[in-house]
């Protein structure tokens, strides 16, 4: 009886542990979609911005750096600026040596003095030699008449033979000689009016050269005083007093200015985010110098050649610094700069985790009949979570975010 009992025991336990086996295998939930140690991701709409990061320096605008510099040499007499000077548009930077070029102005005024008086003179003194050869005209046409009336009367006379052939004769020649005196009178008026009209026009050039003279020395003189171009500070000084500049081809540097409220930032965008951008993009940077200040700007231009560095292709984007930076910036700093694209509303988005490139697509895994399924979708904008999906998901399904993990868990 006791065997017996205990073989009853034993079967009865042994048909717990079956039951146990049983519901374990057929109750208990395998795979579950919804389960918490899978996670995933319901598809919903929402807004997407993107942006791209880069790298880049700040640096003067074109025309904000200027190197200040000599046309003429000379000795540097006067240096009145230092690095970090605050200098406004024609305030006097250099003086170089000016008593020669003094001289050269005090002379060429001299000769421009002479050439006015000269001028003066010939109309002065021109017209009244017209004026006496109009005289002499006037007289020698009276004389001519005169004569020619004389020549008549004596050859009536001499018809009537009441005078002699003598007589005649002498009228004859004296009209002859005053006919010869009055064109001899007629070509010196015409000469002496050629005359002051040459003579006015050689006086006028002289007049004329004499001012250019003075003008290209007062020009001279001029370069001897340097002034600043622009606003702005300076940046570096290459001379010193007392030194002596040659001036050849390249016009020695005094100093350079930079106007520090004219900067850029040069950013380099690598080729595969370089089609994005456009001109007008909002972009905010930050330097080492202030890192927890954001700056403003907008990207002004994008340069066509690209930069390579290091087998790397980039191009050269160009974002205009907003004025209102307070002055905090520097050229050459380095720039961490950020640039928005455009947004992107209500479109269709699942995570970046979730999609994964398989045979060169793109694929998600969804819930189809309580197991997960590849699916291929086509996609779009993306920015640093979520990326836009333009077909192949449904608002509200739901879909794994890490597939191959649940792949390899089925595989088991």
């Given at each position: 009886?006791?065997k017996q009992?205990r ?8 048909g717990?542990?079956a ?5 374990w295998?057929?109750?208990l939930p395998r795979?579950?979609p919804a389960g ?6 319901t598809v919903?709409r929402?807004?997407?911005?993107s942006s791209i ?6 640096k ?8 200040v510099?000599t046309?003429i040499?000379?000795?540097v007499?006067r240096l009145?600026a ?7 548009k ?8 000016k008593?020669?070029?003094?001289a050269n102005v005090?002379?060429?005024?001299a ?6 008086a000269k001028?003066s003179s010939?109309?002065s ?7 006496k ?7 020698w046409s009276?004389?001519v008449?005169l004569s ?5 009367r ?5 018809k009537h033979r009441?005078?002699s052939q003598?007589?005649y004769?002498r009228?004859?020649?004296q009209l ?6 009055l064109?001899?009178a007629?070509k010196g008026?015409?000469?002496a009016k050629?005359?002051?009209?040459e003579?006015?026009k050689?006086?006028?050039?002289e007049?004329?050269?004499a001012?250019a003279s003075l003008?290209?020395?007062k020009?001279?003189?001029s370069?001897?005083?340097i002034?600043a171009?622009i606003?702005?500070?300076i940046a570096?000084?290459?001379t ?7 001036a050849g ?8 200015i930079i ?7 040069d ?6 985010d370089?089609?994005?951008v456009?001109?007008?993009?909002r972009?905010?940077?930050?330097v080492d110098?202030?890192?927890?200040r954001?700056?403003?700007?907008k990207v002004?231009?994008?340069?066509p050649?690209?930069v ?10 160009v974002?205009?610094v907003d004025?209102a ?7 050459e700093?380095t720039a ?6 455009e947004?992107?509303?209500n479109v ?9 490139r398989?045979g060169g697509?793109?694929?998600?895994y969804?819930?189809s009949d309580?197991k997960?399924q590849?699916?291929n ?5 993306k ?6 999906v333009l ?7 739901t879909?794994l975010l ?5 792949k390899?868990?089925?595989e088991k």
């Amino acid at each position: 009886m006791k065997k017996q009992s205990r073989r009853v025991l034993f079967l009865a336990f042994l048909g717990v542990i079956a039951v146990g086996v049983w519901a374990w295998w057929n109750l208990l939930p395998r795979g579950n979609p919804a389960g918490d140690s899978l996670p995933t991701v319901t598809v919903t709409r929402r807004t997407l911005t993107s942006s791209i990061l880069a790298t880049g320096a700040v640096k003067p605008q074109v025309g904000a750096e200027v190197r200040v510099g000599t046309r003429i040499s000379g000795k540097v007499e006067r240096l009145y600026a230092n690095i970090g000077d605050i200098v406004k548009k024609g305030q006097v930077i250099a003086e170089l040596e000016k008593e020669d070029l003094e001289a050269n102005v005090s002379q060429r005024t001299a000769e421009l003095q002479m050439a006015e008086a000269k001028l003066s003179s010939i109309h002065s003194l021109r017209p009244r030699e017209i004026e006496k050869a109009e005289a002499e005209v006037s007289q020698w046409s009276a004389t001519v008449e005169l004569s020619q009336n004389e020549l008549t009367r004596e050859d009536e006379l001499l018809k009537h033979r009441v005078t002699s052939q003598q007589d005649y004769d002498r009228a004859k020649e004296q009209l002859t000689v005053s006919r010869a005196r009055l064109a001899a009178a007629q070509k010196g008026l015409e000469l002496a009016k050629a005359g002051y009209d040459e003579d006015i026009k050689m006086a006028s050039a002289e007049l004329e050269r004499a001012k250019a003279s003075l003008a290209d020395a007062k020009v001279q003189l001029s370069y001897a005083t340097i002034t600043a171009p622009i606003d702005g500070v300076i940046a570096s000084v290459s001379t010193q007093e007392g030194e002596t500049v040659a001036a050849g081809l390249n016009a020695p540097t005094f100093v350079t200015i930079i106007d520090l409220n004219r900067l850029q930032v040069d950013a380099f965008v690598d080729e595969v985010d370089i089609g994005k951008v456009e001109p007008g993009q909002r972009a905010i940077f930050t330097v080492d110098s202030f890192p927890d200040r954001e700056f403003e700007g907008k990207v002004a231009a994008i340069y066509p050649k690209a930069v390579i560095q290091e087998n790397v292709v980039n191009y050269d984007v160009v974002v205009q610094v907003d004025r209102a930076s307070g002055g905090f910036l520097r050229p050459e700093m380095t720039a961490n700069v950020t640039v928005f694209l455009e947004a992107r509303e209500n479109v269709l988005s699942v995570p970046n985790k979730a999609i994964k490139r398989e045979g060169g697509k793109s694929v998600v895994y969804v819930f189809s009949d309580g197991k997960p399924q590849p699916r291929n979708i086509k996609v779009g904008w993306k920015d640093s979570q979520y990326t836009e999906v333009l077909s192949g998901l449904s608002e509200g399904e739901t879909v794994l975010l890490d597939a191959p993990a649940l792949k390899q868990t089925e595989e088991k």
